[in-house]
């Protein structure tokens, strides 16, 4: 079984910043991209930011300069340092990750629960 754990969300002023955590635990053999999405109020879920196991990384428009995502792999967890956060950055944001439990198991999406991130203006 493998679980994907977000925390990290919360209330923040407009300008303000936060930081997401996703740690993936279970049986794990081999974590691939790991990514966090989000979707906002009456809006479709959107990708905001994903990183390989090599650290390559890429980052929505919208939060290009201000959001950035980074990796710890000896711990399996991916984070999302929000800077300069703006009322529409307000959504719950998921974690998500391609995962192997076994030498020979194919590469599965995961997600984790959702942590609730709204910014006041």
């Known amino acids: 079984q493998v679980q994907l754990v977000e925390s990290g969300g919360g209330l923040v002023q407009a300008g303000g910043s936060l930081r997401l955590s996703c740690a993936a635990s279970?049986?794990?053999?081999?974590?691939?991209?790991m990514a966090w999405f989000r979707r906002a109020p009456g809006k479709q879920r959107e990708s905001v930011a994903a990183?390989?196991?090599?650290?390559?990384?890429a980052y929505a428009d919208s939060v290009k300069g201000r959001f950035t995502i980074f990796r710890d792999n000896a711990k399996n967890m991916v984070y999302l340092q929000m800077n300069s956060l703006k009322p529409e950055d307000t959504a719950v944001y998921y974690c998500?990750?391609?995962?192997?439990?076994?030498?020979?198991?194919?590469?599965?999406?995961?997600w984790g629960q959702g942590t609730q991130v709204t910014v006041s203006s």
């Open positions: 998500n990750a391609d995962i192997s439990r076994f030498i020979s198991d194919t590469l599965r999406d995961y």
């Open positions: 279970g049986s794990i053999f081999r974590v691939n991209v």
């Open positions: 990183i390989n196991s090599a650290g390559s990384t």
